[in-house]
């Protein structure tokens, strides 16, 4: 018996070499090359019997000013964060591929939203290869959700599902999860990268010449990167991140690329007995309660897509050893090294002796600049043994050149400090407001322009 010829196919990009290599030739990545079995060629024809297809319906060709430009139509889900991150509900045809670690609750979010959209009007269908039919019924028992009429199948077997997604017809499937589909046509086994691909290019291809919105669940790697190929986010309409710690009880939702809606929306969910409900009001999740100011606290105005939310920065200063750490949790630490030096240079802070640990409250995750102020304000604040004013906020990114910068959307942010009871805010002075505003009323604006002004300013408020 002839042995099958194998393949090394890089998980990121899908390129494929005939032999082993630590550095993928194609994209550069490291270790992201893996064995998979050389399919032999079908007499021309592409796998399940057809000739290769785009994952769209195609036309012809057109001026682009001929094309009418219409406004997708959405169907809420039943959850509002879950519609805030998608852009406002499920869209028809459209394709979401949802990750998450294993038990942050995928799984019990997407059950709970067919449900809504079955009792809306809207026939579901729910489709799992790692449970059985009676763990679904079992879970929908715990949630609290009876005389559902949502179609389930337990089926792992690629021409199966579509078939009888074919028969049912229905508005809505979730396929749970993509990496336990396989294809019959295929001969590597399911998870691997040519059937992730594969499988996930079908569903694409069904949903957007049927009109039936899909929701693929995707594994996680132990980096938190969705498994499988990269090419699989470059397919999908909407690529979500299920976030958060399983030892608390809140979970948030981040849209990380979205054809219909805008990305890096936040949902924040709380898990409770019944299952995952929406927090209207977040920024009290990431706000410490102490019942006096402390040093080494400052409170941030974060925009997360379009939605403003405070949270609070925390650094502790103690004296280092030899090789002083430096450590951030929830922000770049890369960026935190960056800061100290700018401290220094501009400020006269010295902490080159010192262990620097910095740690956003709460489990969320800060990747924009803006939170540079409030964490070089909360170093400072520590370092001095000094808390900073009661109900104190601070934003504004800072340069190499010792600069603050305005923020983006920097009216927003203060009105949202002002609505919850904050008395004086930081700024850039760019960011503060031109003329007198009601929604500004007991918000103190002091606006700076370096940060040695900002580090004076703060010392003359103790």
Known sequence: MA???TLYTCNDCGATTPRWLGKCPSCGAWNSLVETVAETPASGKNRMGAAFAALAPSSEVRPLAAIEAVDVARTPTGQGELDRVLGGGIVEGGVVLIGGDPGIGKSTLLLQAVDALQRSGLPALYVTGEESGA???LRARRLGITGSQVSVLAEIQLEKIIATLAAQQPAVAVIDSIQTVYSDQLTSAPGSVA???ECAAHLTRWAKSSGCAIVLVGHVTK????????VLEHMVDTVLYFEGDTHSSFRLIRAIKNRFGAVNEIGVFAMTERGLKGVSNPSAIFLSQHAQPVPGSCVLVTLEGTRPMLV???ALVDSGGVSPRRLSVGLERDRLAMLLAVLH?????ATGDQDVFVNAVGGVRISEPAADLAVMLAITSSLRGKALPKGFIAFG?????????PAPRGQERLKEAAKLGFSVAVVPKANAPKKADKAF???TIHAVERVDEAMALVRGLD
């Open 312 to 314: 609070e920065i925390q």
């Open 3 to 5: 042995k099958d010829k």
């Open 345 to 349: 240079q501009h400020a006269g802070v």
């Open 135 to 137: 763990q679904v019924a």
């Open 195 to 197: 059937q992730v691909r």
């Open 397 to 405: 990114e800072v340069g190499l050149a010792g600069e603050v910068r």
């Open 223 to 230: 980096d938190g990167q969705l498994a499988g190929p990269r």
């Open 441 to 443: 009323e007991g918000l």
